[in-house]
């Protein structure tokens, strides 16, 4: 998951976040959505709609060019943040 970090893949859309949940506001790439993933603490990022979103964000990440892949980790990411109550207004 580590190498996702770097990873400048655009996601499908943009994801907003509320305040307060993050320094960065937005989500652009597979990269941001990683990094903000690995600053989750340990007890939010062992819930399922997380490691789902992890698993989803590492298969885009081995295969940058599948849009498949990269649509599924953008939907998966926005889900979790709207589960956990993050994300600032839906996207598509």
């Not at 580590?2 to 990873?7: D, G, H, S, W, Y």
């Not at 937005?26 to 603490?41: E, I, S």
């Not at 939907?75 to 207004?89: C, I, P």
């Amino acid at each position: 998951m580590l190498e996702a970090l770097t990873n400048g893949t655009p996601l499908d859309y943009p994801l907003h976040l509320k305040p307060g949940h993050s320094r960065q506001q937005t989500l652009r790439t597979v990269g941001d959505a990683a990094l903000f993933l690995f600053k989750l603490p340990k007890t939010k990022a062992n819930d399922l709609h997380w490691s789902l979103t992890r698993a989803c964000l590492s298969a885009a990440t081995r295969h940058p060019a599948n849009s498949d892949l990269v649509a599924t980790a953008t939907r998966a990411m926005k889900n979790a943040l709207a589960t956990d109550g993050m994300l600032a207004h839906h996207a598509p």
